[in-house]
């Protein structure tokens, strides 16, 4: 596209220069507003009391090698599954008597397989699951009452437990079979998608909170970007045709705001990545690969309003975190007129959603801070799980009874792990 005018830049400037002074004096008056109602209340609920949870103890080839041979494991965005397993090792909702348990947890970390470059191959994942249920089924008594049922596990790949990081190859896999039954933690959310079981519990995906308060910045400081975006508009290695990746709508912000003056956007990831955030009003949240990214994460924890543009993503903790009062939702098809939906925000609107995020109950529901903090992501999965009790009595299963099929799925998922 054209670059603005004149005109239009001027405009736009006069718009800008109102919304920074307006978030400027509304920083220094009014710093934060709490939900009202239950989604305020459910967000400070403490699960502690309302459930037990029995961690099985299994081989660490399941869990602790795997981190030994690559400790890049505890930086990546999937780390929450290292995170809870310490987490709930220590917590005060952890059971030593599974007979007592309402929850058994199996520590499998299955990301921990990473290229040189650092992303995550998923596809030994079923192969180390099954061994793991192999072994939990034949070494306790607990998961062939219920075949998972009262079971959860910590999946957070780009698709969960289809375990495959391009959608396609996802979909044709499914859920592994084993996990048909229990209850999958997991980053990934998109509605009616046969990789988000209806059952699961969608988390945010791991951004380290100790480098994140490292690069904060005093609150007065004013927001002088309108909209921000670091990071891929097209993902040539993997897509090379274009259009595949986020389905097309990275390459339409960049098509059509590369040259906006409002628009603060670029594929380089600056030293001042994280100081950017926070000078930012809008934070643009797009779909890569699969519907979320980190930058969810980093927004709330830098009052910068999200722009989440993803359809049918399903939110970390949506029950929980009113994401329609503290985001904006853009259609994938109306990226191209990004600019006139957000430059027409009325300006209370955008102050409150400022003073939203400025809760701190909202950002510590984001985080999995070391140690655990009451509020934070490790309590949200747990009160998730407690809202799911007492189980319905048609998971415990009649003697002999068998629902899951050991052999289904793709045949390389059945070799030993």
């Known amino acids: 596209p054209a670059p603005p005018t004149m005109t239009n830049r001027s405009s736009l400037s006069a718009i800008l220069l109102f919304l920074f002074f307006s978030a400027s004096s509304a920083q220094h008056n009014v710093r934060t507003e709490r939900i009202s109602g239950s989604a305020g209340d459910v967000l400070e609920d403490n699960p502690v009391g309302k459930l037990k949870v029995y961690v099985y103890e299994l081989p660490s080839k399941y869990n602790k090698k795997l981190l030994q041979k690559d400790p890049r494991c505890l930086t990546h965005m999937f780390a929450a599954e290292i995170f809870m397993h310490r987490f709930l090792l220590s917590s005060p909702v952890r059971t030593l008597n599974p007979d007592e348990a309402d929850w058994f947890y199996s520590p499998i970390y299955p990301t921990c397989d990473l290229t040189p470059t650092g992303l995550p191959l998923p596809f030994k994942s ?3 699951m099954r061994s793991a249920i192999q072994l939990i089924s034949s070494n306790w008594p607990y998961w062939n009452k219920t075949e998972g049922a009262d079971h959860f596990f910590v999946v957070p790949h780009d698709f969960g437990a289809c375990f495959h990081y391009q959608e396609e190859k996802a979909i044709e896999r499914g859920i592994l079979p084993l996990l048909k039954r229990a209850t999958l933690v997991q980053t990934f959310g998109q509605r009616n998608h046969v990789c988000l079981d ?3 519990i969608t988390i945010p995906p791991f951004a380290p909170p100790q480098k994140m308060q490292a690069h ?3 609150p007065d400081v004013p927001r002088s970007i309108f909209v921000y975006f670091r990071g891929l508009f097209y993902d040539v290695n993997n897509d090379p045709e274009g259009g595949y990746y986020a389905r097309g709508a990275r390459a339409a912000v960049w098509e059509n705001f590369k040259n906006n003056p409002l628009f603060d956007i670029s594929t380089d990831h600056p030293t001042t990545y994280y100081e950017d955030m926070q000078r930012s009003i809008f934070c643009l949240c797009p779909l890569g690969w699969a519907p979320w990214s980190p930058r ?6 830098f009052g910068c309003i999200p722009v989440i543009i993803a359809d049918d993503i399903v939110l970390p903790f949506a ?3 009113p994401w329609e009062e503290i985001g904006v939702f853009v259609a994938e098809k109306d990226v191209p007129e990004l600019d006139t939906i957000l ?3 009325p300006t209370e609107v955008i102050l409150r959603k400022q003073r939203l995020l400025a809760n701190p109950s909202m950002k510590q529901a984001m985080l999995f801070p070391q140690p655990a903090q009451p509020g934070d992501a490790f309590h949200q999965i747990l009160n998730g799980l407690a809202r799911k009790l007492p189980h319905d009595g048609s998971v415990y299963l009649k003697a002999g009874e068998k629902v899951l ?3 289904a799925g793709p045949v390389g998922d059945l070799k030993p792990w």
């Open 216 to 218: 904060l910045i005093p």
């Open 405 to 407: 099929n050991w052999t």
């Open 296 to 301: 969810l994460v980093e927004a709330v924890v």
């Open 319 to 321: 029950d929980a975190i």
């Open 126 to 128: 079923p192969r180390m």
């Open 198 to 200: 209806q059952g699961s």
């Open 343 to 345: 430059t027409s925000i």
